[in-house]
């Protein structure tokens, strides 16, 4: 979640209340249980709610984003959680995340959660994305879609801004799609994910090195 001072995350984000609630994304939830602990980059992570659940699983977790408020809370909800992560205040469009940063090598798996940005600078991300993903490693991403314009449950008010499946599916072309769906769900999402909504959800791996 990117931006120029002021920044508008650490203006939405400066409340007791977490914007996004405190608890996970269903979505990612789900797919994390049952998954191997590793290295784990959440981008654009906000106030950390899905970083420091997946901590709590046991990855190894770095995440980041632009937001000084967001990162505070982050940490401070993950020591109440009694877990730990790294967190990089930084711009996830300029920031050098390709591998980890206690090994050096790729991630074993890559978090999108609601991490919408202008159109070119999407795709670019989620190049890097395919290009930081270790063998046998995943991405997981949940979106808005563009069917989700005008409804008030969350999301940018931009189209362009919004994803469209059959981009996504492009943009992840070069890993196997484990599961690529557009479908309406009910948010509960603290203040700002609320109500039914169209999202995405994608699940994609970079198949294992064979001997």
């Not at 808005?144 to 499946?165: E, I, T, V």
């Not at 059959?166 to 948010?187: G, M, P, S, T, Y």
Request: hydrophobic share 45%; charged share 25%.
């Amino acid at each position: 979640m990117t931006g120029q001072p002021p920044n508008r995350w650490d203006e939405r984000y400066d409340h007791p209340r977490f914007f996004y609630g405190e608890e996970p994304n269903a979505f990612l939830a789900s797919r994390l249980t049952g998954l191997p602990p590793g290295t784990a980059l959440f981008l654009a992570e906000g106030e950390g709610r899905n970083a420091v659940h997946a901590a709590g699983l046991g990855h190894r977790v770095l995440a980041v984003d632009s937001s000084a408020v967001g990162r505070r809370k982050a940490l401070e909800l993950a020591q109440r959680r009694g877990v730990t992560l790294e967190y990089r205040c930084a711009d996830v469009l300029a920031d050098d995340w390709a591998v980890d940063p206690w090994e050096g090598r790729p991630w074993d798996l890559i978090v999108l959660c609601f991490a919408h940005l202008a159109p070119d600078d999407a795709a670019a991300m989620h190049a890097r994305a395919v290009a930081a993903l270790a063998p046998g490693g995943r991405v997981i991403l949940n979106s808005f879609s563009k069917a989700q314009l005008g409804r008030p449950s969350g999301g940018p008010p931009r189209l362009d801004w919004l994803h469209d499946l059959a981009e996504l599916k492009a943009q992840f072309a070069a890993l196997d799609l484990e599961h690529a769906l557009e479908r309406e769900v009910e948010l509960g999402e603290g203040v700002g994910h609320r109500g039914a909504a169209m999202v995405i959800e994608i699940v994609a791996s970079r198949r294992p090195q064979t001997a």
